[in-house]
């Protein structure tokens, strides 16, 4: 698992931190990135903001570390699952 606080009683979240969920968010297919962004909206509400009909922002300024270090577990198993449904098109 990625480690994204060196710190457990860190609450606040550093800019390298950050940029490296970013970078996560975008390596995830469309069907992934709907499922972390309901956990998301369900762990940090004030983390996800709609932007237009069929856009919108995750404010990562918005989590604290707890809830970070959450959500990129959730990444783990999609990006698992991920890995395991591409094998499995390739047989």
């Not at 990129?72 to 698992?80: S, T, W």
């Amino acid at each position: 698992m990625l480690s994204i606080c060196e710190d457990d009683d860190v609450v606040e979240v550093s800019f390298p931190e950050k940029q490296k969920f970013s970078d996560r968010l975008k390596n995830l297919n469309a069907y992934s990135l709907g499922f972390v962004v309901e956990a998301i909206m369900e762990k940090c509400p004030g983390a996800f903001r709609e932007t237009g009909e069929d856009n919108a922002e995750i404010i990562v300024d918005n989590m604290d570390c707890n809830i970070l270090k959450q959500i990129n577990e959730i990444i783990d198993e999609v990006e698992c699952g991920d890995q395991v449904g591409k094998k499995f098109k390739e047989e």
